[in-house]
């Protein structure tokens, strides 16, 4: 099997702040790797590693089968970054963006305006074109900021975080172009705070936290892991949730209950179902919602982190207490 990414043993730290403790990770060529973690966790510091944007304290990583910091010119050679925070100068126009990008490339008048015209097309934005860049919604800014990354035909492509802030519909897109360029043989690595778009999108996941990688797998794998199913109860009087919570708790291990009146517990075991119906029965509650479902690659982060991967965009269901 071939690698685009292989990297061992990264360290980077910033004065106090250990931004990476040693991670690893490899992305295979032609698929996604999605690198998951919270805040903090250490993401756009790796990314920017692997760019040859920053230089490691330690280890080595290999972008295309050259050093990231040896052969950085070889490796800035193949590859496109999106990052965080748009890159594109809000006074030029879309066009001009692109062309000016395939001017530092090297590429020839003509040919970068034939590159540029072509680009805005196949991310729509060809009506856009001619409008500067600060006219643009959040979806259209990120779209030309994507294909100013691929100027230069990049064979692995860094996109950190490139769906934070857009609507479902523009999130949606973004993940369809994604998936267009991994099929044209593209290597992507793609940082996110979403499960979802992990879950969407990356063959491999690489879950970090505090610069380390705890965990890694496919999305079912990492599922798998983290003991596979999750049991929903709703009882229906509100005040009996702290009872059912107890019960799920003594019949299936640590649950956890939501606001909205809703109790979680993940199982293993399934045996557990008929085990806490029949407590409930017998208790005499009555359920508006008893249901069993594979994990979430939310819960998996949760049970790993023992923290939800977005705090701040929790709705009112998500709102879990931990009670242990
Ligand atoms: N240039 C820098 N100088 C000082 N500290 C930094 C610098 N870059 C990152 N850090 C710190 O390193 C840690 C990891 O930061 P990093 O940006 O890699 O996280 P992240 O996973 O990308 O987070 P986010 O999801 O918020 O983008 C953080 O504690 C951050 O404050
Ligand atoms: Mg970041």
Known sequence: MSYAIQAEGLVKSFKETTALAGVDLAARSGTVLGVLGPN?????????????????????????????????????????????????????????NLLLIARLLGLPRREARARATRLLEEFRLADAGGRAAKTYSGGMRRRLDLAASLVGRPRVLFLDEPTTGLDPHS????????RGLVGDGTTVLLTTQYLEEADQLADDIAVIDRGRVIAEGTPDGLKEQVGGQVLQVRPMAAQQLEKVHAMVSAVAGPATKTESGLVTAPVNDPELMPAVVRRLDEAGVRVSELTLRRSSLDEVFLSLTGHRAVEETTTDEDKTEALV
């Open 40 to 96: 903090g966790a250490g993401k756009t510091t790796a990314v920017r590693v692997l760019a040859t944007l920053l230089r490691p304290d330690a280890g080595r990583a290999l972008v295309g089968g050259h050093d990231v910091v040896r052969e950085a010119g070889a490796v800035r050679a193949l590859v496109g970054l999106t990052g965080q925070y748009a890159a594109v100068d809000e006074m030029l126009t879309g066009h001009e």
């Open 171 to 178: 999130r949606n897109e973004l993940w369809d172009i994604v």
